[in-house]
């Protein structure tokens, strides 16, 4: 059986990220017969060899059957399409979370490193000991804020990614049901 990952992978797209937006479309997967299951049934007339027209013909004549209209497919592919969409959203909270726990809270560990540091400047003789220990907290934070900046922003970049291949998927079968339906 196809899997929905399967459904929308592509070359180069993030398997994490692309899992995510898949359970996402699972879960809010509607009932009956719709867009979803229409790309499900070309996909697997796809892997048995069938040129791309004549299956979505052919999966589109048996939805026919159960009443299924080209218009009730494009409606449907919107619901989806607006799915991913919200994904994108909650994913980007989550990112404005992880951002405000990871590096702004780093953020402030530096900031409030670096007063300890000048405050103890003036007694310099007394507290050289001191200061090496939190110039090297400062320094390890900010490799670390560094660390989790770059790793969001890549977790970001490799999810709009995969985004921009599931909205580009959907929107070509759509292309695909005007142009074979």
Known sequence: MTTTQSLFASEGIDTRSLEF???????????????FEF?????????MKLDEATAH?????TAATLGITKEK????????RNVVEKEKE?????????????VAARQQE????RDQIERHKIEIARLQDEIAGYLNQAD??????????????KSKTAFEKAHQAV???IDRDVENMHKHL
């Open 57 to 61: 013909k052919s999966a589109f004549t």
């Open 21 to 35: 937006i898949a359970q996402a479309i699972e879960k809010n997967n509607l009932p009956g017969f719709d867009y």
């Open 110 to 113: 530096v900031g409030r490193l």
């Open 90 to 102: 909650h994913f980007a909270q989550a990112l404005e979370n992880q951002n405000t726990t990871k």
């Open 73 to 80: 497919l494009i409606e449907t592919a919107g619901y989806y």
């Open 140 to 153: 390890a934070a900010e490799a670390a804020m560094k660390s989790e900046s770059e790793k969001l922003e």
């Open 39 to 47: 790309k499900r049934a070309v996909s697997q007339l796809a892997e």
């Open 167 to 169: 909205l580009m998927a």
